[in-house]
């Protein structure tokens, strides 16, 4: 037997048997379903005990291990995991990586009710009282007690991601603005004045110089931002931005660092990808979306505007980044007579009810551009809700003036027409003292300020998210969406697992109280919008790839409306993904129960 198959024969020593004893492929297929079907109904009927958690999970992995042998789900995929585990049993070894390995011991974990989740991590070491032999202010009282040990150990998690509202942290970044308005020559005054912080955005080789000069800047960062800026590829950061990066490369700062530093492997896909940008990164097609120039549609009663096609920062996981070439590029701003054309596009629309103005970062526009459009779109009689999408709170909060909160607010009107702004944390790290003065103004609007976090390898070590729903919410900033990342191949470093996302939403954002954990987490499917990862109904894991990838089917929205076929979409590994982990210093097995969620 070969060494890396062990753990998997010694999960279920049955299934080895019975594969290893078949002739052919479709023999193992029947042994393998007889074998499954057996377990499940020898449950079913309660022949023998089985716990409830434990059955929960078994019942789980019995509906995946159909999926996944199932000849119709081969056919689908292109992928038969059944077939490598036929000839692993039978020659020793198959044409598979050990991420493939991994997936089937933890499903034969589970199909033998050995799953690795009991007792949990977060509360290893803590005995769990049998609260149902005690009653009243005893089993109160005992009740409370377990769960003030519960809070004691996520606040061990949460305290580890600081915010820059931490003296501390905001003592070191009044050094670091200093650092850099000496670099650029400026005053006080100017750091202040978002013009100014527009006008120095680090986006070519001197800006670079720059930056290393303020930083310490890891080798293959220089590297790929070099290589970027020599191939036109997306890259720029604001002096406020840069001054949320400590000066040499740290834990805290690793979330801010890698929103704006590419890796290699980004800008060279970027690259290879010059000539056909469009087919190869429009991955939300939105080019098969758009009824008209500057408009985006997916749903029947809302639709997108995009007055303004970049930003003062690139986010590296941009989902527009094959329309971008630059920060504030001088043809982002779209031509008057198109933005006219796509406003009397909605005003002939009277299905829309609510419009996204977004981009690109749309508050990049003047005050008198920003004043024009929501005037147009505030004529529109059957539009209820106004929406603007800005990422300025996190990169430029000195964006956020009076006088722009003047503009907006008139277009707020209290029983007629909702304005609110849509904004995009991705850590904790990112707030500050002035964006807490940006989204108080906002507020003091009565404008509402919702948050859209993408959930990506720097933000998703245990209750990481956790901490950033909680300080936005003492800010004034509602969470509204958590996003898995747009399954683009050219930002796949940053991407993570489908089981993260809810295990995290199981796991941590659970604990908190709900007014917390407000957002939702979403998978976007190209060309048809949002699926709820938490509805088991939207979405089945069908298929393991040789490369232990999990293949999923998504089903659309649409799916009880419209006949629309679903969407095949291929995550990242999850072993791979916890190796990464590991190297960043986290302990694997604080995620061991995420091989359990499909």
């Known amino acids: 037997m070969i060494e890396r198959w062990e753990n998997c024969w010694d999960a279920a020593p049955e299934l080895h048997m019975l594969l290893k004893e078949s002739k052919t492929l479709e023999s193992a297929r029947n042994k393998v379903a007889r074998y499954i079907e057996a377990r499940e109904w020898t449950y079913s009927c309660d022949v023998s005990e089985i716990e409830t958690w434990d059955y929960v999970l078994f019942k789980e992995v019995i509906r995946i291990l159909k999926n996944i042998i199932s000849p119709r789900n081969e056919r689908i995929s292109g992928y038969s995991a059944l077939e490598n585990l036929w000839k692993a049993a039978v020659n020793g070894d198959a044409d598979v990586n050990d991420d493939f390995v991994a997936e089937f011991v933890h499903f034969f974990k589970a199909l033998k009710l050995k799953a690795d989740v009991y007792p949990s991590r977060l509360m290893e070491g803590i005995d769990n009282p049998k609260f149902g032999e005690y009653e009243g202010r005893v089993a109160g009282q005992m009740r409370s007690d377990y769960l003030d040990q519960m809070g004691k150990r996520m606040d061990r998690y949460l305290e580890r991601y600081r915010s820059g509202l931490n003296p501390e942290i905001a003592a070191i970044r009044n050094g670091n603005r200093k650092r850099i308005l000496e670099a650029l020559d400026s005053s006080e005054e100017d750091w202040k004045d978002w013009h100014w912080q527009f006008r120095h955005v680090f986006k070519d080789v001197h800006g670079l110089d720059t930056i290393k000069k303020l930083i310490k800047l890891e080798p293959r960062h220089e590297e790929s931002i070099r290589l970027a800026l020599e191939n036109h590829v997306p890259f720029g950061v604001t002096p406020y931005y840069l001054h949320l990066m400590d000066q040499d490369p740290c834990d805290r700062d690793y979330a801010v660092r890698r929103q704006v530093f590419p890796p290699l492997s980004y800008v060279q896909n970027m690259i290879k990808h010059r000539t056909d940008k469009k087919w190869a990164f429009d991955f939300m097609k939105e080019g098969d979306t758009s009824p008209i120039d500057l408009v985006t549609r997916r749903y029947p009663r809302v639709a997108i505007i995009k007055p303004y096609e970049s930003c003062p920062q690139i986010c590296v996981y941009c989902q527009r980044n094959w329309e971008i070439s630059s920060p504030l590029m001088a043809s982002a701003l779209a031509p008057l007579e198109k933005i006219d054309a796509a406003l009397q596009w909605f005003s002939e629309h009277v ?115 956790s901490a950033l729903r909680v300080i936005l919410k003492q800010i004034g900033v509602d969470p509204y969406y958590t996003f898995n990342m747009k399954g683009k191949t050219e930002m796949e470093e940053y991407a993570v697992p489908i089981a993260r996302i809810l295990q995290e939403r199981k796991e941590e954002a659970r604990l908190l109280p709900g007014i917390f954990r407000t957002d939702e987490p979403v998978f976007n499917v190209p060309g048809l919008g949002k699926d709820h990862l938490r509805a088991w109904q939207n979405h089945e894991l069908i298929a393991i790839t040789p490369e232990g990838r999990r293949m999923y089917s998504f089903l659309p929205w649409e799916k009880n409306i419209a006949q629309v076929k679903p969407y095949l979409y291929t995550d990242v590994p999850i072993q791979r993904y916890l190796q990464r982990l590991k190297e960043r210093g986290e302990d694997p097995e604080d995620y061991r129960s995420i091989w359990y969620y499909y």
């Open 351 to 465: 299905e829309m009810m609510d419009v996204l103005v977004t981009g690109g970062d749309p508050l990049v526009m003047d005050n008198s551009l920003i004043d024009g459009i929501l005037g147009k779109l505030s004529e529109i009689r059957h539009l209820k809700s106004i929406r603007v999408a800005t990422r300025t709170p996190a990169t430029v909060p000195q964006r956020i003036t009076s006088e722009l909160c003047e503009i907006l607010a008139q277009y707020h009107e209290f029983g007629k027409r909702n304005l609110c702004i849509v904004t995009h944390f991705m850590h904790p790290y990112e707030v500050t003292p002035e964006t807490v003065e940006a989204i108080k103004k906002v507020k003091m609007t009565g404008i509402e300020v919702y948050n859209q976090q993408v959930f990506t390898f720097a933000n998703s070590r245990k209750f990481e998210t």
